[in-house]
């Protein structure tokens, strides 16, 4: 039942394969498929986060992609819940996406990502987000840079090269490895 309300059997066996995986010594799963509400600028929108997860009293918030290739929706589906991501992290809750990596590349989500966080619309609607914020020190520690506008923001993601995790299908035993790059998306 946990694979159908995750999405399929393909995306609930990532997730539980991941955590299986990478679960912290002391960490524990707190709730599938998480609903929250989360307040951009003057609108509160809804977001549903994969996994939650505890380790002492901090929560992190996963969103986990198990895609087999950037379609024609990516981009779109990608930026509005990355906006909503951002509202979070800004009020300093932890966020990660990971990406499954053994059907698109490092390089090629990247890329992807970048290329979708072009959109003018995008951009114009994040910088007015990040200018009402009265407080961006959580999003600057994460992007390790200062961040004012989309702009600085798109460009401390494509030089944090670190923000993206990936894991690794290892074929011989069907199981998912972490990759040998540092791969943690949000510290």
């Not at 995306?11 to 609903?35: C, D, M, P, R």
């Not at 906006?83 to 800004?90: R, V």
């Amino acid at each position: 039942m946990i694979w159908h309300r995750a999405g399929g059997s393909s995306k609930g066996k990532f997730q539980l394969q991941y955590f299986a995986n990478h679960l912290a010594e002391g960490t524990s799963i707190v709730q599938f498929e998480v609903k929250e509400e989360i307040k951009i600028g003057k609108e509160t929108v809804a977001r549903t986060y994969d996994i939650v997860t505890e380790k002492g009293m901090q929560e992190t918030r996963y969103e986990l992609k198990n895609w087999s290739g950037w379609q024609s929706w990516s981009s779109k589906a990608f930026r509005d819940q990355f906006l909503k991501d951002l509202s979070t992290m800004a009020k300093g809750k932890r966020v990660k996406w990971v990406f499954s990596g053994h059907k698109m590349n490092r390089e090629e989500v990247k890329r992807k990502i970048i290329k979708a966080l072009q959109d003018d619309k995008w951009k114009a609607q994040l910088t007015s987000m990040i200018q009402d914020l009265s407080d961006k020190s959580s999003l600057e520690t994460i992007f390790g840079a200062e961040i004012g506008d989309a702009e600085s923001l798109i460009k401390a993601i494509d030089e944090r090269d670190t923000i993206f995790d990936f894991s690794l299908r290892n074929n011989k035993n069907n199981k998912y490895v972490s990759a040998s790059l540092k791969t943690l998306l949000f510290p």
